[in-house]
């Protein structure tokens, strides 16, 4: 028997949830990638796809764990105190839209998916807790904390998507197209169609942000 060590091919590193986890995201930040399957998965780790099931009862399980997580990533970018709800709600929609635009494969399913992990929580909490400095209680700071969600999750994965889609990922403009229209039967649009091509989609997002938070502390003064 030959004592010398053996010139085969390395072991595997034993495969865990992590291990696919992190597969996942090197996966979802490839340009152009707006669908995540275990297949690709399974190649990205030279494992039969089937090998996933041992660690996540479904393919929605799994994303569900990836969303949270992109949740948490947002999360710890933020640097804004809750006492400046304003501010701190702007920088929480921005660094949202900016981490799904770095993982749209994993962004499009926020509008479809609950997590009930941490990330989540934790985004519903700060929410919640901008509003309630604001001065909303009741009703009226669970109706502001649904509407700002739902535009963030929506508007930032959209954005995510149609970058994703997009054959030049680098574009910012809002509108596509050239926005051709006659004078005569458009004339706003005829008139207005250098401005609108203009728009910045990253702008126009956070600008409907704003738009909620002035109606929440518009909401606020009408109570004083």
Not at 51 to 60: G, L, N, P
Not at 116 to 130: A, P, Q, T
Not at 197 to 223: C, K, P, T, W, Y
Request: proline share 5%; glycine share 6%.
């Amino acid at each position: 028997m030959s004592g010398k060590p053996s010139v085969g091919r390395p072991a595997k590193a034993p495969l865990d949830r992590e291990v696919f986890v992190e597969a996942a995201f090197r996966l979802a930040a490839r340009p152009h990638t707006v669908t995540l399957t275990y297949r690709d998965l399974g190649k990205e780790l030279g494992v039969d796809p089937t090998a996933i099931y041992r660690h996540f009862q479904s393919k929605e399980s799994l994303m569900q764990e990836l969303l949270d997580r992109l949740f948490r990533m947002a999360r710890d970018r933020m640097t804004v105190p809750t006492a400046r709800w304003e501010e701190c709600l702007m920088e929480f929609a921005g660094v949202t839209l900016d981490t799904f635009l770095d993982y749209p494969a994993i962004a499009v399913r926020a509008t479809s998916l609950t997590t009930s992990g941490k990330g989540e929580l934790d985004s519903i909490e700060l929410i919640l807790s901008c509003f309630s400095a604001a001065g909303l209680s009741g009703e009226a700071l669970v109706e502001q904390y649904a509407i700002l969600g739902a535009y963030i999750l929506a508007g930032a994965a959209g954005l995510a998507r149609d970058q994703a889609e997009s054959p030049d990922s680098d574009s910012r403009g809002w509108f596509t197209g050239p926005l051709l229209a006659d004078p005569s039967s458009h004339p706003l649009v005829s008139s207005l169609r250098e401005e609108i091509l203009s728009l910045d989609h990253r702008e126009m997002f956070l600008a409907g942000v704003r738009q909620i938070l002035r109606a929440a502390a518009a909401q606020v003064n009408s109570r004083d």
